[in-house]
């Protein structure tokens, strides 16, 4: 430890009136001063966060514990700054500092206000406080390469917040996945397996969501990572695996064990899930001619879809024809009403025709077209909310 860390942690004891061991780990003597300490809590979760995540259960909080966890952070709070949680990073910056990182968490997963170098500059805050003065003028972070890629605990921690896994098993759960760029499936990860863990689950969750499917390196033993890791990595298998139509481990374990509102909520789940086959309702308007045109090989034959190595038609079909300009009035409509920014019109509607191309059913398609929409790169800003956008489409093309 430091003797500029030490001598901070000393101070910071001192203020609290303890005699807790420090040792020689900074952060295991934030850990054991939390403690003893009244005024300082070591946050901690409850119930498995993975579950959680894909039945919807509190999703914010175990978004952020799920992303905590494969950060390598240690969240702790204070009694003298509410909804303030500060993320103490275990692993050093090449100064051989554990930057910490502060957070607002009044409505989970909360959002970062700023950061600290070091664990001194946070003992040093904490026993100000501690002595009844919680103006502290924090030694802010000024941002470094370190902070700009997954190096940074902090850099991990809010790309997969907002990467949000709890999304990705909402699409999972009612087969509206769209993969927006299939062929990094095709392709090694950017990191190998020799990675540090976080960084290599970050890029994993990137290729999961983007291609819907996770090409782990070849020569990477899950058991050889750390817990944390190893159990990320295998949840995100087993969301490809939904993607797919497998029921996922997590959630049938779930279903037969636990509280009984996560029982029922997973078994809820599992019959939604296996209902993503079932044939659809009766339709009509747009539907009923998507029912009439796509047969038994659904609506890639409605689209009058050829092989891959086929060109693609030079003329768009009835019902791709109906599609699209259905959709044109809606994203009309909605930039009319200043509800939706368009970078490229021509683009958006490309991609909005295609989804059809394998939806199952009509509320499968409505499903669909809301997240092409959404995830859409040709989109600069969305100002309504995915119901207001499927309410909209299903007004429009009467299914």
Known sequence: MKDETREALEALRSALQLDTDLGEDPVQALRALAADADAITARTFEGDPYAALVLADAPGSAELEVAARVSGLVPFATEWWQHTVFYVDQTEDPEGNHRVYVRDEDSLPGLPEFSLPSVAALARGWAQAAGGDTEVAWERLVDDDWEEGPTSGSFVLETMVRGSLSSQWAMAGVGAFMPSRPELADQPLPVGADAPGRTLCLHALRVVRLAGELPLPQDLVLAALAPEHREYLEHLKELEGAFTGEEPPVVVAASKSGPAPTKKAAKAWLKSFAAIEVAPEPMD???????????????????????????????????????????DEVIASMEENGELEVIRRDMLLDELTRVAEDARSPKHLLKKLVYALVESEAVEEIYVTDDQIHDAFKAKLGL
């Not at 090989?297 to 060109?311: F, I, P, R």
Request: aromatic letters at 2%.
């Open 285 to 327: 308007p747009l539907a009923a001619l998507l029912s009439e045109l796509g047969g038994a090989g659904g609506l890639g034959d409605a689209l009058d879809l050829e092989d891959e190595e086929d060109e693609k038609p030079a003329e768009l079909t009835t019902f791709e024809k109906r599609l699209r300009n259905g959709v």
